[in-house]
């Protein structure tokens, strides 16, 4: 679900997941967040990943302070630092972040942030894409609902969280013109966002057919590429009110993955336990 800047990513179900990928990804869903070296170069392996290059990942993310080794040969997820954990973990309940819409917008103005250091700028974007954000026009405004639980105050304090520059101002807009009214409600691409959920949804529910019916080494790296999609476009839903799109192809998408990753976790517990 990050690329190897820790950044959100997602390749397409048919891509070749990186060793980077998997054990992160690994890593975020065990219970403990822990596992071991062996267990980690086997879960390579049935993903077609040499042990060599998941020793190279691991090295790389204990450097960055992603991961660290408690003891020898194992490797913890550091869960404190990394901004990113807590959407991952709880894209489940994040639907409970919406409130009702009373037709405000929140707004985010980020000129005067230097676009130089390309990492910290790459920070920002993510942030805002996962809260939905998008460019009004050249008026140099981002726009969202003003319908996420906190209000203003506490989507400056989340968004810092998430990495938005310091330089950037958030703050409250209530009466656009009409044409820019017309043009905020308009952003979203809420046809082609609905495609995706039903697309996505369908794959999942081929997929979860045949599960706990094939063998566990050929249906493990399915179940991680599939699954890091379908959460990826849950984690970058804007979570727009029901009077600008119909939610339910993402409710139902929701359910649908919560189901199919209930059983693909298991499977995968299953595998790792036996290291």
């Not at 392996?45 to 691991?58: G, H």
């Not at 968004?159 to 009214?181: C, H, K, Y």
């Not at 050929?218 to 699954?227: D, I, N």
């Not at 984690?235 to 059983?263: C, F, K, S, V």
Request: with cysteine; charged share 30%.
């Amino acid at each position: 679900m990050k690329d190897k800047s820790g950044n959100l990513a997602g390749p397409s179900t048919d891509s070749a997941m990186s060793a980077t990928d998997m054990v992160m990804d690994l890593l975020s869903t065990h219970d403990r967040h822990e596992l071991s070296v062996a267990a980690l170069c086997h879960a390579g392996e049935l993903c077609d990943l040499r042990a060599q290059n998941v020793r190279v990942a691991l090295n790389r993310l204990q450097r960055q302070g992603r991961v660290v080794s408690p003891e020898r040969g194992l490797y913890r997820l550091d869960t404190a630092t990394s901004g990113l954990f807590g959407e991952v973990e709880s894209w489940l309940r994040r639907e409970q972040r919406v409130r009702d819409w009373t037709g405000g917008w929140a707004s985010v103005l980020d000129s005067a942030v230097p676009r130089r250091d390309k990492t910290a700028w790459r920070r920002h974007e993510r942030a805002l894409a996962l809260r939905g954000f998008r460019l009004l026009g050249d008026t140099g405004l981002r726009l969202r609902p003003d319908n996420l639980s906190g209000g203003i105050a506490g989507l400056r304090k989340d968004l810092a969280r998430l990495g938005l520059a310091q330089e950037a101002r958030v703050f409250a807009v209530t009466e656009l013109s009409n044409a820019d009214e017309k043009q905020a409600r308009r952003l979203w691409d809420c046809s082609a966002l609905k495609q995706q959920y039903r697309h996505m949804a369908r794959q999942l529910a081929a997929s979860h057919k045949t599960l706990t019916r094939r063998p566990e080494s050929e249906v493990a790296a399915e179940s991680l590429l599939l699954g890091r999609a379908a959460i990826r476009l849950i984690l970058l839903d804007p979570l727009l009110p029901d009077t600008l799109i119909d939610n339910r192809p993402r409710h139902q998408l929701i359910e649908r993955m919560g189901a199919y990753q209930r059983d693909a976790k298991a499977i995968w517990m299953a595998i790792l336990n036996r290291i």
